[in-house]
């Protein structure tokens, strides 16, 4: 899409041995309490350069469009692909809390994200407990 966000649904998980990740809807939702390092990184094809276009990456917890815990934007530079990456850390209560991962772009046609190991990817891990 262009113009508005998009939520990148993960539907398959390389390692996740709690079943965290909802990979029908692409949530991220521990059940232990703590503190969790994320790294959020999308690869976009080439976009059409222009004033004011761009991509971006969010992370958003409980889907709150103004609850962004990361966000990352870079103006449309040419006809090349560009990789997004967003981290941060952030505290996640065990019951309710969960993440959702967005992009934005505005290039004026649609763009492809792939995935894969090197593309598109979300990471969590655990840092310390609550």
Do not use: C
Not at 10 to 34: H, V, Y
Not at 68 to 75: C, F, L, S, V
Request: glycine content about 10%; cysteine-free; overall charge neutral.
């Amino acid at each position: 899409n262009t113009g508005s966000d998009t939520t990148i649904i993960f539907n398959t998980a390389s390692f996740d041995p709690q079943g965290w990740l909802n990979t029908g809807t692409g949530t991220f939702k521990p059940t232990i309490a703590g503190y969790y390092s994320i790294k959020f990184v999308v690869w976009f094809t080439q976009g059409t350069p222009g004033s004011g276009s761009q991509y971006n990456i969010q992370i958003h917890k409980n889907a709150v469009t103004g609850n962004t815990t990361a966000i990352t934007q870079q103006t449309i530079s040419g006809n090349n692909g560009q990789t997004l990456v967003a981290t941060d850390t952030v505290y996640l209560n065990g019951s309710t809390d969960y993440l959702e991962a967005y992009y934005f772009q505005n290039s004026g046609s649609t763009q492809t994200t792939l995935s894969g190991l090197y593309y598109t990817w979300f990471q969590a891990a655990m840092v310390r407990s609550a």
